[in-house]
């Protein structure tokens, strides 16, 4: 059962355009949600987050929406960078007694000149 | 650098054989996560130790077992090793209570010959 979904494996974007990772999950009762960047031979690198009572969180490059009614969220980088190609996970916290993570499968981003 | 440190980096073991993998979460966190991910997976939630005790656990196989010593590193113990163990293992820490963010490690990656 795949609670956290990311449906797309790869995506490729020309620098300085947007990236736009998506994300579905299943599970109403996530509390926070979560995306990592990861490069290879590294372990992941947390980026931002975004709580459940919010619909948009800013860091920097970096916007995650989320659209609850969709069980959607998606996380936008502007512009994009040659240093931002890496496999991105998105990750779902339950807080029931645990704060244990459900990721994604990740998407890989390849930034290109 | 996250903090948190794995080792060894790499193992190569036969079937049947049992490992240890070792890791000390970042100073001060007290919660610590183990996670494997598989070729072209996501990473999947194993065990959580919170300052000692067993907190939570996920699809963690009999045959694996971990343990949070009083310094609060963690080792997680293999045995009787199939070829389908071969993964990345990835530790994490947190700090309980006070935030969602996990903080990886590098990872071992584990062959199974």
């Known amino acids: 059962d795949q609670q956290v979904k990311q449906n797309s494996p790869s995506l490729s974007v020309q620098e300085g355009r947007i990236s736009i990772l998506n994300c579905d999950y299943t599970n109403s009762m996530f509390d926070y949600f979560l995306w990592y960047k990861k490069y290879p031979a590294e372990g992941p690198t947390f980026l931002i987050s975004?709580?459940?009572?919010?619909d948009k969180n800013e860091d920097g490059r970096f916007t995650v929406f989320l659209n609850k009614s969709a069980k959607h969220l998606s996380l936008h980088i502007v512009p994009s960078q040659p240093g931002d190609s890496a496999v991105y996970f998105c990750a779902a916290r339950s807080f029931a007694g645990t704060d244990k993570l459900i990721f994604g499968t990740g998407t890989r981003l390849q930034v290109f000149p | 650098d996250s903090g948190v440190t794995q080792t060894p980096k790499h193992l190569i073991t036969a079937t049947g054989q049992r490992v240890t993998l070792r890791c000390s979460p970042r100073?001060?966190?007290?919660?610590v996560y183990w996670y494997q991910q598989s070729l072209d997976q996501g990473l999947q939630f194993l065990i959580q130790?919170?300052?000692?005790?067993?907190?939570a656990k996920g699809n963690i196989l009999e045959r694996f077992s971990a343990q949070q010593f009083p310094d609060l590193h963690s080792e997680l113990n293999l045995s009787s090793l199939e070829l389908g163990d071969s993964a990345l293992y990835f530790c994490a820490s947190s700090v309980v209570g006070q935030g969602h963010e996990q903080f990886f490690g590098p990872g071992t990656r584990l062959t199974v010959l």
């Open positions: 130790y919170y300052n000692g005790e067993e907190r």
């Open positions: 100073s001060g966190d007290l919660s």
């Open positions: 975004i709580s459940s009572i919010k």
